[in-house]
């Protein structure tokens, strides 16, 4: 944030305070890009250009057209009805971003089936709960990944899957589920699998898609997503043909999509970074799908390079680990154009590099949450390099924005904090089976309330300050982390940094910074204090700053707060264990 973007928050004795004109905008008044469903909308597509690609995975030698996918996902869709699944059931997928993640995407819309999203590192515990929460009937899953066994783990939450024909599953515990299927050809007891299903769906006759595609509609939930449920149980977000379809549409148009690009997703598909930013934008302008099935540096790199991509997406930590990695010198990424880099707080040194380095002169910036469908505020590719680097940019057409401040419930004018809110197509249609939750975070106007803090400026540009939650009050004064965490990256030597606060008896609470240092670079903690006073008030200056190798990050990658709030609190309460008992020792040496 620099002094000359953004104002103070003063306000005049005489000059009316200014709110963003979009707060006051009418979103039904606006034109949506597309009122089909999703099967009818690949359709058309296909219908334009059936020959050119839709998805890649390069590592795999995997090349899909946008006909072949529309085949592919017309058998599957087939072959779930073979198997007793009818519209408004709920599939859920548990799994990498394997190919026929996108198959069963396409194939369960096509037929008004709730595709149920689930983060692929959950372990027993998370899949019960969402198993029932969801009234999940059909479960598809691959053998396993990383440290789970994800059949092992259906063996012992569901033992009655070897005991029961397939498809007529009968267990106590889950009394929707009827149907396992697994992502691959391989033979398990119990389970359905997808090329059997494939197979079976081409010998079926296509009658049966087109007597359901008539009674289906764009405003019926088609996909699924359980928030991360850092602060009580997870929800189901449910989100529509029409907010999913539209919102991909206005992303790829701030990006300057078309059908010559090739975009890379690292990704993971279970989170709307992959499946809206990634698939819906990708599909609502043509272009192709070149797909990394689980984040690695160097492969993204390989891909960059091998398919000539010319967008490329991340979140923060994932920039920094292909910018850093040792052979990123190698690779020609001459042909990068633009992408997006969200999914957390963005460091503007970070967007400048990738810029710079990367070759990503058209690099966006976003920011949303899965309720609205994600996306609703982004930078264009021809905004200002200054607005690009240091903001979220403006909000999307067709919504209406409101900054709201969280004690008085006020509009905030530029340069005042308030909670970002949101009206449009895009907000969710609730949360499942949690109407009193769907009516605390959308008020009785339609706006959806997001728990986020921020800042706009009177160009309509805005910046994130971090969740209402995150912010740290120390001595009554309001400390918002991200503007620290920037600061920080422009240290020398600084890799990354997360700020959080930690308790305190006598300022309540107190800044703590966790710093990654850079290869050839010995930082000190009185250093990087000193940094902070010299160029930031100094209550923002951290008490204790903590160098680590690794944050504890989710799937996709965001920094899980929470867990470095109870590292902090841990660490500093320590710590003061360790200073007082040198001062005691200090004390008796005097003596």
């Known amino acids: ?15 009316p305070k200014m709110i963003d004109a979009s707060a006051f905008f009418d979103p039904s008044d606006y034109p949506l890009h597309t009122e089909m469903t999703l099967g009818d909308y690949f359709r058309s597509q296909v219908a334009v250009d059936p020959d050119h690609e839709f998805i890649v995975y390069p590592d795999r030698g995997l090349r899909w057209t946008y006909h072949d996918f529309d085949v592919r996902t017309d058998n599957l869709a087939k072959g779930l009805l073979s198997i007793g699944m009818r519209p408004g059931d709920h599939l859920g997928v548990w799994a990498r971003n394997v190919p026929d993640w996108l198959t069963l995407m396409f194939a369960t819309a096509k037929v008004g089936i709730v595709l149920v999203t689930m983060n692929p590192a959950y372990k027993s515990h998370e899949l019960d709960y969402v198993l029932k929460q969801s009234d999940m009937s059909t479960l598809c899953i691959i053998d396993a990944w990383r440290d789970v066994d994800y059949v092992k783990i259906i063996r012992e939450l569901i033992p009655e899957a070897k005991l029961y024909e397939r498809g007529h599953l009968e267990t106590a515990q889950y009394p929707y589920l009827k149907n396992l299927l697994f992502l691959g050809p391989e033979k398990h007891r119990g389970f359905y699998s997808a090329p059997e299903l494939i197979l079976l769906g081409s010998h079926l006759d296509d009658q049966l898609l087109e007597d359901i595609r008539v009674d289906l509609t764009n405003n019926d939930v088609i996909n699924m997503q359980y928030t991360s449920g850092t602060t009580g149980f997870p929800k189901g977000v449910m989100l529509t043909h029409r907010n999913i379809l539209n919102n991909g549409f206005f992303i790829g148009e701030r990006q300057r999509l078309s059908a010559i690009d090739r975009v890379v997703i690292p990704v993971p598909l279970f989170h709307c970074f992959g499946c809206v930013l990634g698939v819906m934008a990708i599909l609502t302008h043509r272009a192709t799908l070149v797909m990394v099935e689980e984040f690695d540096a160097l492969q993204v790199l390989q891909a960059i390079e091998s398919e000539h991509a010319t967008a490329n997406y991340g979140v923060p930590t994932m920039f920094i680990s ?24 963005v460091p503007p040194e970070v967007i400048r590099e990738a810029m710079e380095l990367m070759n990503m002169t058209e690099m966006t910036n976003c920011y949303g949450l899965t309720e609205a469908s994600p996306v609703y505020i982004q930078t264009a590719w021809d905004d200002p390099l200054e607005y690009r680097i240091n903001t979220v940019g403006r909000p999307h057409d067709a919504v209406s924005v409101r900054l709201i401040d969280p004690t008085t419930k006020e509009l905030c004018g530029p340069g005042e904090v308030g909670e970002l809110c949101v009206k449009g197509y895009n907000v969710m249609k609730g949360y499942y089976k949690m109407p009193e939750a769907t009516k605390e975070t959308i008020d009785s106007e339609g706006y959806l309330h997001s728990g986020d803090l921020g800042i706009y400026d009177e160009n309509g540009y805005y910046i994130v300050t971090g969740r209402i939650k995150d912010m740290i009050i120390r001595g009554g004064e309001n400390i918002y982390p991200l503007e620290i965490e920037n600061f920080l990256l422009q240290v020398p030597g600084v890799l990354d940094a997360q700020v959080v606060g930690a308790p305190d008896d006598h300022y309540g609470e107190i800044v703590v910074a966790f710093v990654k240092t850079r290869e050839g670079f010995e930082l000190t903690e009185t250093g990087i204090r000193e940094a902070v006073i010299q160029k930031m008030a100094r209550y923002k200056a951290p008490r204790y700053v903590f160098f680590v190798d690794e944050y504890p990050e989710t799937l996709s990658k965001k920094v899980k707060k929470y867990l470095l709030r109870e590292t902090a609190a841990e660490l500093v309460e320590k710590r003061r264990a360790e200073e007082a008992e040198a001062e005691a020792r200090k004390l008796e040496d005097q003596d």
């Open 1 to 15: 944030m620099t002094e000359n973007t953004f104002s103070s928050g003063a306000t005049s004795d005489v000059a």
């Open 322 to 345: 292909v910018l850093n990695h040792p052979r990123f010198k190698e690779f020609d990424l001459s042909s990068l154009r633009t992408g997006i880099i969200a999914g957390a707080a």
